[in-house]
């Protein structure tokens, strides 16, 4: 088991550490003079960090790939309020130094206790086809292993070990609140989408080291994938009704909402429209508290910008907190935004990012 995770970083800033990680991204880029610098995304199962390498890089440039486990020692900083990693060494790891475990992010929740909790849920269905149809799906030993271990997401929510599991489970227990208050919906259709509405995500993304898009749904895209499921399925089914299986369909096909967003079609009745809203509060409310979880450590209430969400979150915990009292030292000593923007950096000083 690794010594320094990086959801540690806090602990250790400004000072150097020496630990193991999974290369996410790889980058080569110009400095200023021309020379190669590397720009790499590193992970283990507490997160993400961005580091770079700046000195003896053509030393290095050829011994890695994206995908590759790493040794590295460097410094931990802050760069615009975020943590980063500046690199003095690093060399690549051998299969019998990796324990894998250490590198993806897997929900802590109970994996179990969420299938029992789906189980439970799939129980309740009271139309004997769309029961059968869904328990063809569960007794699938091959689907059942992906369905409790797959990512919903690449980055972009639930991306962890069981979050497909965890956000369907999530999903269901929205449908049954919301089937309360609007009675004309059709539960057992609801709930039907809510399972199998990404059940295409246990082909979308490998995660053997990190996470990235498989080359069938690259070329497909895990809704094509979900019908071709849903078809092989439905022959275990006998007399499922056609009317019934469009339906089906069309909650697949339709669940992002809009065509900008990848839907070939729209929501054209009242299950797949509350599919698509339930399906993307979940997501966006999980995408806030993953990067609130993040940036635990940072004093502001407010976040950095998020990319999939378009905006800068409050943190409302944070923001209503009791303010710390400042000392007059600290009032004042001068902030990292004071500094001149045309400042010469040294590559080593925390808070400042080279980019030479």
Same mark, same amino acid.
């Given at each position: ?17 020496t ?7 790889? $980058?080569?880029k ?7 610098y590397? !720009?790499l ?6 997160? $993400? ?16 790939? &994206?995908?590759?486990?790493l ?9 615009? $309020? ?9 060399r690549?790891? =051998? ?10 992010p ?9 299938? &029992?909790?789906?189980a439970a ?6 139309n ?6 869904v ?7 091959e ?8 990512p ?14 965890d956000?369907?489970?999530s ?9 309360q208050n ?13 399972f ?5 995500k246990i ?6 080291r990190?996470?990235?898009?498989s080359?069938?749904? $690259?070329l497909? =895209?895990?809704m094509?994938?979900?019908?071709e ?13 056609d &009317? ?9 096909i ?6 900008d ?19 993307d ?5 999980e995408a806030?508290r ?8 940072l004093?502001s209430?407010w ?6 969400l ?8 944070k923001?209503?907190?009791p ?6 030292e600290e009032? !004042?000593?001068p ?6 923007d045309?400042?010469e ?12």
């Amino acid at each position: 088991m690794k010594d320094f995770y990086i959801g540690d970083c806090a602990r250790h800033e400004n000072k150097i550490v020496t630990s193991t990680f999974v290369v996410v991204a790889k $980058q080569i880029k110009p400095k200023k003079t021309g020379e190669p610098y590397l !720009a790499l995304t590193l992970g283990d199962r507490s997160g $993400q960090l961005e580091a770079k390498m700046w000195d003896n890089v053509e030393e290095v440039l050829e011994a890695f790939e &994206q995908d590759d486990f790493l040794k590295v020692k460097g410094l931990i900083n802050k760069y615009k $309020q975020r943590f980063q990693l500046t690199i003095h060494k690093l060399r690549k790891l =051998g299969e019998s130094e990796i324990e894998f475990d250490d590198y993806l992010p897997k929900t802590t929740k109970d994996i179990d206790q969420l299938w &029992q909790t789906l189980a439970a849920f799939v129980g309740t269905i009271q139309n004997p086809h769309l029961k059968s149809l869904v328990k063809a799906f569960m007794d699938d030993p091959e689907i059942a292993a992906a369905y409790r271990n797959a990512p919903a997401a690449k980055t972009l929510h639930h991306a962890y070990i069981g979050g497909l599991l965890d956000h369907v489970v999530s999903l269901c227990r929205s449908c049954d609140l919301i089937c309360q208050n609007y009675p004309q919906i059709n539960r057992d259709l609801l709930l039907t989408g809510a399972f199998l509405h990404d059940i295409g995500k246990i082909h979308e993304l490998t995660y053997n080291r990190s996470f990235s898009y498989s080359t069938k749904v $690259q070329l497909l =895209g895990h809704m094509i994938i979900e019908l071709e499921m849903l078809q092989a399925k439905l022959v275990l089914v006998p007399g499922f009704p056609d &009317q019934l299986k469009t339906l089906v369909e069309h909650l697949i096909i339709s669940h992002h909402g809009q065509y900008d967003f990848g839907s070939p079609k729209l929501p054209m009745f009242p299950e797949a429209l509350m599919l698509h809203y339930l399906d993307d509060l979940d997501s966006k409310m999980e995408a806030m508290r993953a990067h609130f979880e993040r940036e635990a450590a940072l004093d502001s209430p407010w976040t950095s910008y998020n990319s999939s969400l378009g905006r800068p979150l409050l943190n409302t915990e944070k923001f209503l907190a009791p303010k710390k009292a400042t000392s007059p030292e600290e009032s !004042a000593a001068p902030r990292a935004t004071e500094l001149e923007d045309n400042a010469e950096p040294t590559p080593t000083l925390p808070g400042i990012d080279p980019q030479r």
